[in-house]
């Protein structure tokens, strides 16, 4: 069984930065790649960012390129999303995800945490 806890949300003025951590329980963490994910009030969910098993490759959702960024702690069984240069409409909830490696898409996910950027 693999349990994602995300952790790091907040409320944040806009043009500001937060750093969302995901820790995950079990032995499989580095083969697999992690997402994050969020979802506005009202929205459908939306990806965000990717990262591979390995760290080495991470893909991104337009409306955050060159504003987030997704790494990962093997070590630590953790995958962080900072963000910076936040706008108003970042608020959402956002979610990590672990890839199933199957080609079936995300498997496991977390609770998710909320991010609410003021303008």
């Known amino acids: 069984q693999v349990q994602l806890v995300e952790s790091g949300g907040g409320l944040v003025q806009a043009g500001g930065s937060l750093r969302l951590t995901c820790a995950a329980s079990?032995?499989?963490?580095?083969?697999?790649?992690m997402g994050w994910f969020r979802q506005a009030p009202g929205k459908e969910r939306e990806f965000v960012a990717t990262i591979s098993a390995s760290g080495v490759s991470a893909d991104y959702a337009d409306s955050v390129k060159g504003r987030f960024t997704i790494s990962r702690d093997n070590t630590k069984n953790t995958v962080y999303l900072q963000m910076n240069s936040l706008k108003p409409e970042d608020t959402a909830v956002y979610y990590c995800?672990?890839?199933?490696?199957?080609?079936?898409?995300?498997?496991?996910w977390g609770q998710g945490t909320q991010v609410t950027v003021s303008s």
């Open positions: 079990g032995r499989t963490f580095s083969m697999r790649a």
């Open positions: 995800a672990r890839d199933s490696g199957a080609g079936y898409g995300y498997d496991y």
